[in-house]
């Protein structure tokens, strides 16, 4: 079984910075494409940033304020986040494509959300 594990949510202060991380583990052979995306109260989820090989892709909104990375040697993905807004307020999910097997379909995989607190 394959878990996300997210962290680095929090409260933080309109132009402050947070770190946010997702962990993937368990029977992973591969993963393909690993992502985040957000959701406000009333909002429809969003992607926010992926990142395919070494290929990156970026929600219009972020405009050169965060950036994602990853570790493929720890099956970790990174968004940092900068100058933050009060509507980047939102609960963070990771996601990943990924492939239990060599010849595994590829499936997704959502992690449990991490809230992030933009204050004015």
């Known amino acids: 079984q394959v878990q996300l594990v997210e962290s680095g949510g929090g409260l933080v202060q309109a132009g402050g910075s947070l770190r946010l991380s997702c962990a993937a583990s368990?029977?992973?052979?591969?993963?393909?494409?690993m992502a985040w995306y957000r959701q406000a109260p009333g909002n429809q989820r969003e992607l926010v940033a992926q990142i395919i090989g070494g290929s990156t892709n970026y929600g219009g909104f972020v405009k050169g304020r965060f950036t994602i990375s990853r570790d493929n040697a720890k099956n970790t993905a990174y968004l940092q986040m900068n100058s933050l807004k009060p509507e980047d307020t939102a609960v963070y999910y990771c996601a990943i494509d990924y492939q239990a097997g060599r010849y595994s379909s590829i499936s997704r995989l959502w992690g449990q959300g991490t809230q992030v607190t933009v204050s004015s």
């Open positions: 368990g029977r992973i052979f591969s993963i393909n494409n």
